[in-house]
């Protein structure tokens, strides 16, 4: 009878204590979560590391950039750490709770003749009910993934507004240049306009005109150059670098873009299972399933596995002992309350989960067709708007040379095409801009396969 309670009793402690651990797939899942993690944090290579990573550029490439602010910038590097803590949290969850050890005595029987002295000696380990350290687990790395998946939504908008700040960049260097073509050509004619006026021909209204237009040519440089300036700093900050530190020039051309064959639907479904913010939710989701679950398993008991030597007892053979403790979960109310609020927790993310879907869904129609429209403008700009405009200079300088048009007139006419020019730039930049914002819709890193040149 002995040696089968002796059966027994191992049989239901080895039970309790192997169901008090978290699986072996929850662990392989968990140690390939840190090295995942651990690859994100570590500096890689060099970009991160070198002073001065534009050193010997010729010109500033999108895709490079890019690397480089995802390399460098600290608040991505934020992020990383974040998702350190969150994978940190499974260990806390999963481990058992500490021993206790306790120490007795019976001290009567120190100075008795009729008993040997009584030392109790007691070691105690608690026990959750098997499968609620799993649970426990499976919430601490559903966190942890969403918060890996912070990381790669953070990657993404840091790269959208990387390459539309180089769109920002190359429109204020483009926009320099043309401006000043203009500035000169300007010059040129307010010369022709005072040697006129000089020479009696010409009118002083001419002189006037041409130097209130070069005033505006003036005050449009001054502009521009705040616009790069301001692009640059900010570049700088998402590089984590000193804000007056000077970047390489930008291409002197933007790459080409196609949005007209795009196909919506299979942009909305790319994008529904691509966006880091989907699988966050995703994540979120699932540790609230796996609270739902805790929050059953509360209704059971958890266990404390006892061994004791107790002195006190004379007969030996009755001195070593163990023990199974349970307590008793009577406390009903408490219990359901917790079960609904993870109930409606769960409700909340599922919730959640399909305003998030709405919501991309109409990022991705939104930005397609804000891409479609930039590009539709700028061809318009390429073959209508610009041709017009010099063409209305040309009939205008023909005109003021032959003595039909007012020196007014062709002044208008410049700046109609320099309007008209930097207008061209300025929607090649923004629908550059809008390819990145369709970028970050569809979860994709924005900048890094075009090419500039």
């Known amino acids: ?25 929850q662990v392989e899942r968990y140690r390939a979560l840190r090295l995942e993690a651990s690859r994100a944090s570590s500096p890689a290579a060099a970009p991160a590391a070198q002073a001065d990573p ?17 390399a460098r910038n600290p608040g991505l590097d934020a992020r990383r750490e974040t ?62 993934d969403a918060a890996g998946e912070g990381v790669a ?26 401006n ?42 001054i502009e521009l150059g705040a616009d790069r300036r301001i692009a640059v700093e900010r570049l700088n900050s998402l590089l984590h670098r000193s804000p007056e530190l000077a970047l390489p020039p930008p291409p002197s051309a933007l790459a080409p873009l196609d949005a007209l064959g795009l196909d919506a639907d299979a942009l909305v479904e790319q994008a529904l299972a691509n966006r880091p913010e989907l699988r966050a939710r995703m994540a979120e989701t699932r540790a609230s399933e796996a609270a739902v679950e805790l929050a ?8 404390t596995l006892r061994g004791a030597y107790e002195g006190s007892w004379q007969e030996t053979p009755l001195k070593p002992f163990i023990g199974l403790e349970l307590n008793l979960p009577i406390q009903l109310g408490r219990r359901y309350a917790a079960l609904d609020e993870a109930k409606a927790l769960l409700a909340r993310e599922r919730s959640r989960s399909r305003a998030l879907e709405d919501r991309v869904r109409f990022e991705v129609i939104a930005a397609l067709e804000r891409l479609r429209e930039s590009q539709h403008l700028l061809e318009l700009s390429r073959e209508r708007i610009v041709p017009a405009a010099r063409g209305r200079f040309e009939s205008a300088r023909a005109g003021f040379e032959t003595g039909q048009l007012a020196f007014v007139e062709l002044v208008d006419a410049l700046r109609a095409v320099r309007d008209a020019e930097l207008g061209e730039l300025e929607v090649e930049a923004r629908l550059s801009t809008r390819r990145a914002e369709l970028a970050r819709a569809l979860g994709e890193t924005a900048g890094m396969k075009e090419d500039e040149r």
């Open 1 to 25: 009878m002995s040696h089968w309670t002796a059966r027994v009793c191992a049989t239901v402690l080895s039970f309790v204590a192997s169901a008090g651990c978290a699986s072996t797939k």
């Open 153 to 178: 939504a953070e990657r993404v908008r840091l790269a959208a507004l990387t390459s539309s700040l180089f769109d920002a960049y190359w429109l204020a260097d483009r926009g320099i240049a043309t």
């Open 54 to 70: 534009f050193a010997g550029a010729q010109a500033l490439s999108r895709g490079e950039l890019v690397a480089l602010v995802i």
């Open 83 to 144: 998702w350190q803590a969150a994978l940190a949290r499974y260990p806390q969850e999963t481990s058992l709770p500490d021993p206790t050890f306790g120490y007795g005595v019976r001290p009567r029987s120190f100075s008795s003749s009729e008993v040997d002295p009584a030392h109790d000696f007691e070691l105690s380990q608690p026990l959750p009910f098997p499968g609620k350290l799993g649970l426990r687990g499976e919430i601490s790395l559903s966190l942890a």
């Open 296 to 303: 059953q398993r509360e209704f059971l008991p958890d266990f």
């Open 180 to 221: 000043a073509l203009h500035q000169a050509s300007l010059e040129t004619w307010h010369d022709a306009a005072l040697a006129r006026y000089a020479a009696g021909t010409g009118a002083q209204l001419d002189v006037f005109a041409a130097e209130s237009e070069l005033a505006m040519l003036l005050h449009t440089g």
